[in-house]
């Protein structure tokens, strides 16, 4: 059986005062698969950063995500470090290590999340 959702029906909502209450979050599959090799797998979300946001520094203690942008311009910071992001980048956040996604252009900036960890 294939298992399919598309975006655009999922609702936009705020995740938690951790990630910011402007950033919208629309949560696709969270601890839910059912394939064998993805047992380590935790969620998929795609998050609209308005323009000026952020979704705030925080980490996953036990969760390591990957950022897919897909529109908008912005930074990244994972730790101490900050970088320039723009669509088509790929962005490894380590478990345990504070990140976060600042949108500096004038465009909502849209990212896919996908994470894996330890339960």
């Known amino acids: 059986?294939?298992?399919?959702?598309?975006?655009?029906g999922v609702p936009k909502k705020a995740l938690n005062e951790?990630?910011?209450?402007?950033?919208?979050?629309?949560?696709?599959?969270?601890?839910t698969p059912k394939a064998e090799m993805?047992?380590?797998?935790?969620?998929?979300?795609?998050?609209?950063?308005p323009p000026g946001e952020t979704n705030l520094m925080h980490n996953h203690a036990r969760e390591e995500q990957i950022y897919i942008v897909?529109?908008?311009l912005g930074e990244i910071q994972v730790g101490d470090e900050r970088a320039p992001?723009?669509?088509?980048?790929?962005?490894?956040?380590?478990?345990?290590?504070p990140h976060g996604f600042f949108n500096t252009?004038?465009?909502?900036?849209?990212?896919l999340n996908i994470g894996a960890g330890v339960a």
Do not use: C
């Open 18 to 31: 951790i990630h910011g209450e402007r950033v919208l979050y629309q949560i696709v599959w969270r601890f």
């Open 105 to 111: 252009g004038d465009k909502p900036a849209v990212i």
């Open 1 to 8: 059986m294939i298992e399919k959702v598309n975006l655009n």
């Open 70 to 72: 897909l529109s908008g």
């Open 85 to 97: 992001a723009e669509p088509g980048d790929v962005i490894y956040l380590p478990a345990n290590v």
């Open 38 to 49: 993805l047992k380590a797998f935790r969620g998929v979300a795609r998050l609209t950063v």
